[in-house]
């Protein structure tokens, strides 16, 4: 709390509220936590990494609450910002195939 009275344009008290009430299962709270998050990120521009780690978080964040209330559309749209921001990494790309899985989004149509 502290932290964001004196930094209240910084994201990162948002992404650390959204982890804590996501961990507790208040998923309202941590939604509403990641969404000023992502919005606080747009206007950040006091460290471009710091930004994009940042960035990473909050989507990943907003799409972990999404799947836990099975909104895949939404969650595949976080997911997605969350792969831009994390290139190298594997598990928003796995969530992202499974969410096209539950919304039933097939690359091919297999046929036998």
Not at 3 to 32: C, K, M, Y
Not at 33 to 39: H, S
């Amino acid at each position: 709390m502290y932290r964001l009275r004196l930094h209240p344009e910084d994201p990162e008290a948002f992404i650390v509220f959204g982890d804590v009430a996501r961990s507790q299962g208040r998923v309202t709270e941590a939604d509403l936590a990641y969404k000023q998050a992502v919005n606080l990120c747009e206007g950040y521009s006091k460290n471009d990494f710091r930004k994009s780690r940042m960035q990473s978080r909050a989507y990943g964040g907003a799409a972990i609450v999404a799947e836990s209330r099975q909104d895949w559309e939404t969650a595949k749209q976080n997911l997605t910002k969350w792969s831009e921001f994390s290139p190298n990494a594997a598990a928003p790309l796995l969530r992202l195939g499974q969410g096209e899985f539950r919304l039933q989004i097939w690359p091919c149509q297999l046929h036998f």
